[in-house]
């Protein structure tokens, strides 16, 4: 038997526009992130007119860490990232703007499938 459990779990973000030590929000030609860091961040992007870029699925699981190494190790000066302030920590980066998501909370669905167990005679 297949069974199926709903969660919702709070989860409290802080996303941050990080860029490579120097560059100023006005130097920003493109963000990148993953399509719900965008959607999330719509409205300070808009005030940016920066390119958004969907990086999603080009980069390992970790993408908000990767994201910020991907702007330092490759010195994109054109490009911001969309990533927590432990990223901009550990690659050296510059948090030009914190807590840039409209909605300071969201919630998660977790699915969890659970197997039902059948015992063969």
């Known amino acids: 038997m297949l069974g199926k459990q709903n969660e919702m779990k709070r989860v409290f973000l802080n996303l941050c526009l990080l860029a490579l030590p120097g560059v100023r929000t006005e130097h ?3 963000v990148l ?3 719900q860091a965008l959607a999330q961040s719509d409205i300070i992007l808009s005030k940016l007119g920066a390119t958004r870029e969907n990086v999603n699925g080009k980069l390992p699981v970790l993408l908000r860490l990767t994201l910020g190494q ?3 190790s490759n010195e994109l000066r054109d490009a911001g990232a ?3 302030a432990r990223a901009a920590e550990i690659y ?3 948090i030009l703007a914190e807590r840039i998501q409209e909605l300071f909370t969201k919630l998660i669905e977790k699915n969890t499938y659970g197997m039902g167990s059948k ?3």
């Open 28 to 30: 920003l030609k493109r």
């Open 119 to 121: 015992k063969s005679k």
């Open 33 to 35: 992130s993953h399509p």
């Open 70 to 72: 991907l702007v330092a």
């Open 82 to 84: 969309i990533a927590s």
């Open 92 to 94: 050296g980066l510059d």
